[in-house]
């Protein structure tokens, strides 16, 4: 008996975890580079331009949500002044 409870209890608690495509989701404007990559993760790629740097990053997606073409999503953090300005989907960032 208790060994099933065990195993019931690890399955609960699985599906309550952050899956990495959600992580965007913790990530708010004001936020400094060390707060985002500790959600994050270090970022993939970066690009650099007139008082601003992008970091840019692929998660992969809920197990439910992937298919064989697909994944992961691509995210954006934009930041200004060391701080988070901006950031989203690649597939729906705003042109600066």
């Known amino acids: 008996m ?5 195993a019931l209890a690890a ?3 699985t ?11 913790r990530v708010h404007a004001g936020m400094d580079r060390e707060q985002v990559q500790s959600i ?3 970022p993939e790629t970066a690009a650099y331009g007139p008082g601003k ?3 840019y990053y692929n998660l992969l997606k809920d197990f439910w949500l992937r298919t064989p073409w697909s994944l992961s999503n691509r995210y954006y953090v934009c930041y200004g002044d060391g701080k988070v300005e901006t950031f989203g ?4 960032a705003p042109a600066w």
Do not use: F, H, W, Y
């Open 11 to 13: 399955i609960m608690l």
């Open 40 to 42: 994050m993760g270090p």
């Open 53 to 55: 740097d992008c970091a």
């Open 2 to 6: 208790k060994p099933s409870i065990l």
């Open 15 to 25: 599906g309550c975890t952050t899956t990495p495509d959600t992580a965007i989701q």
């Open 89 to 92: 989907r690649v597939d729906a």
